[in-house]
Nanobody, 120 residues
């Protein structure tokens, strides 16, 4: 059973940066693609980014392209989401999720989420 725990959220001013972490336990992340999702109050959950398992191919939503960077450290069993030039509209609960090998499709494992608030 793969367990995921997000951390690194918090309050940041517009234009600032945060790095979210998604730490895994129970199974190795080597074979799992990790997606980052977010859900703002009153809005549907949306996909933000994803990194695949084998080739570490990365994908980004248009709304975060050029500002967010996803990476993985398999030795630490952790995936990161570096968020820069944050905007108030980035405010949401951010979740990481794992799917076997590829991005997209059904994500089997989910973390509990971490709150990101962008406000002056």
């Amino acid at each position: 059973q793969l367990q995921l725990v997000e951390s690194g959220g918090g309050l940041v001013q517009p234009g600032g940066s945060l790095r979210l972490s998604c730490a895994a336990s129970g199974l190795t992340l080597d074979y799992y693609a990790i997606g980052w999702f977010r859900q703002a109050p009153g809005k549907e959950r949306e996909g933000v980014s994803c990194i695949s398992a084998r080739d570490s191919n990365t994908y980004y939503a248009d709304s975060v392209k050029g500002r967010f960077t996803v990476s993985r450290d398999n030795a630490k069993n952790t995936v990161y989401l570096q968020m820069s030039r944050l905007k108030p509209e980035d405010t949401a609960i951010y979740y990481c999720a794992a799917n076997y090998e590829v991005c997209g499709g059904h994500y089997e494992y989910w973390g509990q989420g971490t709150q990101v608030t962008v406000s002056s």
